[in-house]
Structure formats: C-alpha cells, structure tokens
C-alpha cells in the first residue's frame, strides 16, 4: 500500500469516486500533517495533499465536495461502544443523551407515552446523568406515573439505580412477595410494596433483567433500529467502534441484525466485535465453543471479530457503581480467569477486560505473570478497559505484558459520586491517563455507550481536553488532561493500535481506509465548551456518504422508514444536539431549541411532524427531591 503522503497510488489513471477539497485537513499522520484535498477510489484514500496533486484524480463521475474551509479530520473510533446492542435498541428507546433538564426529559416522556401502544414500554436506557440536568437530581416516581400514567416506565440511571413506575411494576410483576435477587435491590415502602425504585446493590443485574422483561422489537426491525442507529453514530463523525458485547448480548443470536447488513453491504459503521460469555459458571463451555469456531480476524474490514471480552469470568467483573464501596472479587474467579486466558492464547485470540479498580487489575495482572512465567504469554492484542484507579505500579505490569488500555468518559457522568466516595484527590487522576502515555502504553478512547454515558463522542473528547464533569466540575488538574491533538490521536490512531489495524485507520494516509468527517466547527479553534457541540456534516467511511447534513443533505443515501412509526426516534431523533450540554438554562430557552430542533428533523424527514413538547406542563418540584 502507498502510505507516503501525496503520490499517487498506482494505476492513478482512473479516475476518484470522491474527492474532498477546499478544506483544513488534520490528517493525524506526522508525515504530511496539514493537507487541503483528499481522492478516493475503491474506499482508500489514493491522494492526499492540495488541488494540484488530486487534478489528475478527476473524472466524469468523481463526486466532488468542496468543503468550504472547513475542518476534516480522520473518522472517530470508540474502543469502547456497546454498539451492536445499542443498534438492536435504538428504535425502542428514549434517549435523554443531551438532555438540559428534568423538565425536558418527562414532557418528552408523557408525550412519547401518549404515542406508545398498549403493551409497549417507554424506556430511557443510559446515556445521561442527573449531573446533566438543569435540576440536579433524578426524576421522582410520582412524576413518572404523571407523565406516564397507564404505560409502563423503565428510566436507567447509569449502573446505580432504575426507576419504574406503577405500570412498568405490575408489568414487570415486581410485588409484595418479589425477593431480591443478589446483588440487587428492590426498595420497598414501609408497607413491603416495591416502590419502584431498583438499586444496583452493587451489580446492574437486576436492572438489566427487568429491562429484559419488556417486548423486543421484531428481528426486521432490529435491522432497521441498526441501520439509524450507525447513521447517528455517523452524525458525530465516527467511522469505527470497537464493540464490547455486553449482558444480555448472546452470540450468534443477537448478532443476526449486524451479520445481515453486512451481507448486504449495508454497514456505514466499521465494527471490531469481542465474545462475551452470558452465563455465569458456563464461561469456559462458551470460550471453549467458539474457539473451535470462530476466529479473530474473521469477517471484513466492515464487521470482524477481534477476540474475546470486555468479560471472560463474570467472577472477574468489578461493577464500576461509585455510589457502592468498591466490590472485593471472590477468590474463586481467579482459577476460572487463568482457564480461560490460557484457553484464549493457545487459540491465538485477543481479549479485553473490564477492570475499574486497581485492586483488579493486579489481580489480573498475577494471574496473567503466572502464565507468562509459564512461557505462554503473547505479549500483544489485549488491553483492560476502564482503568480508573489503575496505579503506576498497574502501568508499569501492563507495559511489561505489551497490554494496553481503553479509556471512557465515564467519569464526566459520574464524577460527582465518585468523588463523594473516594475524594477530590483520587479523582485527580481516574483514569491516569498521562500517566497511562507515559508509561508507553497505546491508549484508545471511547464512551462506555449507550447505557453509561452516551455515545456522542465530543462529550469524550471535552472529558479529556477539560478534564470536567457534565455538570463542570473539574476532576482533573493541566497535568492529567490532554491537548486537543493528543486527545483526538486517542479517538483514531489510539483505538486502532488496539485492534492491530494501525496500517489501514487513524490517520488520512494515502492507502488507508478512506475514513473521515467533514465538521460543523474548527475543532482545534472552538472555545473548550463548544467541543461537546460539534457534529460532523458529512462522514465518510470507506468512500461512502453515511451522513450529510447542511449543505450536503441528501448526499447520503437514504435509510428505510423508522419501524414501528411510534419508536421514540420517529418523533425525538437520538442525541439532542441543540440543547448540548448548556447548564442551568431556563426552560424557555430548551423548549425554544426543541422547536428549532424540530423543524430541523422535520425537514431531515425524521419527525412525525407533531407540537413541541409543554415543557411547562410538568414542571420541577423540589419538594419531591431526590429519592
Ligand atoms: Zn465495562
């Protein structure tokens, strides 16, 4: 492959499919760092540099887009996006994701509850916190039977707590009678009746079963939920995500949907896939299955699996629930996790694992040093996830197994209550990022979406330039934050080293993947605040349009009718751009950008045209305070 910068690549007499010019180019690569024009063909970039080195590139049917000075940049990759669940989802769900107030969110709910049919459930899954609203504080259930008050209620709150309301308890049959299941809680009045609050106690299995409990949508439609789903993730200029399964995330089962559109060829989004076992004490029947299989690799540049994880042992697995003290992992996951990373390297498969804490990526580490002094460590394709109170000494082990690490914005959700439980001073560096670099460790950045933090990936981005919460705290001192280049080379070049695909993402190379997007503001100019704001114009992944807007509308193709025609997207869309992440506007000033934003989807044929949401019509009541 031609990589050095704007030769063209052989067999240059035929023409581009695209070309992007005019435009202010951050290529990511140290060897032509600044260019103003791009050529494609094939879903590679065959030349990048200026207008006169792509002229030769032009033919009769190259589509050419002038980018009017704006700023391009190499497409996103979130190392770490339940995206192929969320896909599955998408049409199913209400998104609070942007979100400014409580006020906001329940008239979007009271309305989507008048339009939701009998035996549906409205859900609003992740993706936002209460550190984000204008309130401060989580919905009451006595608001929720307000806004909702004969269809069923599932309101997610990061991995701590789920609210339902009345409907959503007799569906879910959650009565006097109901036990607790372990590790959850279903808080009860002074009567014994559930009161529809469910506490993660520490673990999110009580919530992640009771959510199961509601309809699904039907496999054609989980196909469409999918597409509309990537395109919104395309919406943000992201191009790649690398999946991490997920509970409730059977495989092959539930990746029927994602299988299908790349059969079809119908994917906009590139997916790395890891296998996660669902059944605690069956982990190593499932490893054992589908490395007789499966094997990494398999699959496409669109869709291929890369290894095992983000859990191998749900022994192993720390529940990252700052409103709990920190969970002590029984000792007897520590020979199942040896079984199984034995099992995985003698298939020459990767893995990743979800360690929040330190304490359990030491563990890890002992049990991966074990192996290694055996003589069977690989030395790459693994890396932990999460890694917040990871310590030096923790770096220092993971460099010398060639491991690496993927970060989230997890704690611009819940940095509040994490500092509440373990202090300012231990917050100052979760994750240790600089120190993560430092130590030499290749480093990719995500989300942890859809159900921790949303999926937008300028919300991360502000995280590690500002190092602030959602509702601005600032956890981070100059020294643990990242300069803008450093924190978008973590969001491209970084997340492919994770999946060894370093040679063909990351950067606007000639001869890699013809991957990128077109912004609505210069990310390297806008003021810190308007980071969390940017969108792209028009992404493109592998030479295709998967998004456009602006003055590119309809340059994409067009996406199947959202299906059912009550799906919360049909009338909300997904992230709620204009109202971003402002604090403490009034409410007149959100409902006055929910119209904007409506005649925005309305013209993007995404609403079903009807009123704006009353804000008024459920206002705030203090009194009723937090739970
Ligand atoms: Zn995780």
Not at 260 to 278: D, M, T, V
Not at 301 to 323: H, I, K, P, Q
Not at 493 to 510: D, H, M
Not at 577 to 596: C, F, K, N, P, W
């Amino acid at each position: 492959m031609p990589v050095d910068g704007i030769r063209p690549a052989s067999g240059a007499t035929q023409p581009a499919s695209l070309i992007v010019r005019n435009a202010r180019i951050h290529t990511g690569d140290d060897r032509l760092p600044e260019a103003t024009a791009v050529a494609v063909r094939d879903g590679v970039f065959t030349v990048v540099g200026d207008d006169a080195t792509i002229a030769g590139q032009v033919g009769p049917d190259t589509r050419v887009v002038d980018a009017l000075g704006r700023r391009v940049i190499p497409g996103l990759n979130d190392s770490h996006l339940h995206v192929i669940r969320g896909g599955r989802n998408y049409l199913l769900e209400l998104r609070w994701d942007g979100v400014p107030s409580l006020a906001a969110g329940l008239a979007m709910l009271a309305e989507q509850a008048r339009r939701t049919p009998p035996g549906e459930w409205v859900r609003v899954v992740g993706g936002w916190s209460a550190e984000q609203m204008a309130e401060q504080r989580l919905p009451t259930i006595s608001e929720l039977n307000a806004a909702a008050p004969d269809t069923p209620v599932f309101v997610l709150h990061l991995y701590q707590s789920a609210l339902l309301n009345r409907a959503a308890l007799a569906a879910a049959g959650y009565a006097k009678d109901t036990p607790n299941p372990p590790g959850g809680e279903i808080v009860r009045d002074h009567a014994g009746n559930p009161t529809g609050l469910l506490l993660a106690a520490p673990t999110a299995i009580l919530l992640y079963q009771t959510l199961a409990k509601g309809p699904m949508l039907s496999k054609a439609d989980q196909i469409v939920s999918t597409r509309h789903f990537l395109r919104e993730l395309n919406r943000f200029g992201l191009t790649s995500a690398m999946d991490a399964a997920g509970g409730f995330q059977s495989f092959p089962d539930d990746y029927a949907a994602v299988m299908e559109l790349a059969k079809r060829g119908e994917l906009s989004l590139r997916i790395s896939y890891y296998l996660f076992p669902q059944i605690p004490g069956q982990e190593l029947d499932d490893l054992r299955r589908w490395t007789a299989t499966v094997h990494p690799g398999d699959g496409d540049e669109w869709l291929r699996c890369a290894g095992a994880g983000e859990t191998l042992v749900w022994a192993g697995l720390d529940y990252e629930n700052f409103r709990e003290p920190r969970p002590e992992l029984a000792a007897r996951a520590w020979d199942d996790v040896d079984a199984a990373v034995r099992l995985l390297l003698d298939h020459g498969w990767g893995f990743r694992i979800h360690a929040t804490y330190g304490e359990t990526i030491s563990r890890y580490l002992d049990v991966f040093e074990k192996i290694a002094a055996d003589g069977g460590w690989p030395g790459t394709g693994w890396f932990f996830d999460h890694a917040e109170t990871v310590t030096q000494r923790g770096l220092d082990r993971i460099a010398a197994l060639g491991g690496g690490i993927s970060v989230q914005n997890r704690m611009m959700f819940q940095g509040r209550a994490f500092t509440e439980r373990f202090g300012a001073e231990a917050a100052r560096s979760a994750p240790p990022i600089r120190a993560m670099l430092d130590t030499g460790l290749v480093v990719g950045a995500g989300t942890d979406a859809t159900r921790v933090s949303s999926y937008n990936p300028w919300l991360s981005l502000a995280w590690l330039v500002t190092g602030r919460t959602l509702s601005g705290l600032q956890l981070y001192p100059a020294r643990n934050r990242m300069d803008r280049d450093a924190a978008l080379r973590l969001y491209t070049s970084g997340s492919a080293q994770l999946t060894g695909e370093s040679e063909v993402k990351g950067t606007i190379t000639a001869g890699k993947y013809a991957d990128l997007a077109v912004l609505s503001a210069d990310y390297f100019a806008v003021a810190d605040e308007d980071i969390a704001r940017i969108e792209s114009l028009l992404t493109v992944t592998g030479g295709k349009i998967g998004y456009a807007a602006g003055e590119y509308e309809g340059l994409d193709a067009p996406l199947p009718a959202i299906s059912p025609s009550w799906s919360p997207v049909a009338r909300f869309g997904g992230y709620q751009a204009l109202a971003g992440v402002r604090q403490g506007q009034d409410l007149t000033a959100a409902a006055a950008e929910s119209a904007e934003q409506l005649r925005w989807r309305q013209r993007r044929g995404l609403s079903s045209g009807a009123g704006v949401p009353d804000l008024r019509r459920y206002p705030a009541d203090p009194l009723l305070g937090c739970f």
